[in-house]
């Protein structure tokens, strides 16, 4: 299921390409990841604050510790990023400018 995932997110990135303007692709996929990263952010501390009794076998529950290790790791980087970045950030998202390539002609 997971090759399934990877391929419709490249298919869906070649055809964005094809069809924006890079300013555009910035914001669209930019967009994206926040929303990923603060789905993400939501279910690891649902998971952290109700403290879920799971019934498993021990390999069950090593694969869910690995699991929500790689996560709070993932939400750690990508807070540390996100405010290392946080002017680009504002820029791609919010601010209109025109590319160098494009000539306005009067």
Known sequence: MEIYLLLAMFL??????VFFDKQRLRRVWLGAF?????MTAVALSFWRITNQ????NVVA?????ILYLSLSVL???????????KKQLWKSLFENYE????????
Do not use: K, P, R
């Open 53 to 56: 009794e799971i019934m498993m």
């Open 61 to 65: 529950v090593s694969w869910y510790y």
């Open 12 to 17: 869906a990135y070649m055809i964005t390409v």
């Open 75 to 85: 939400v750690v980087l990508g807070i540390i990023n996100l405010w290392i970045f």
């Open 99 to 106: 590319d160098d390539d494009v000539e306005n002609d009067i």
């Open 34 to 38: 926040i929303v990923i990263f603060v």
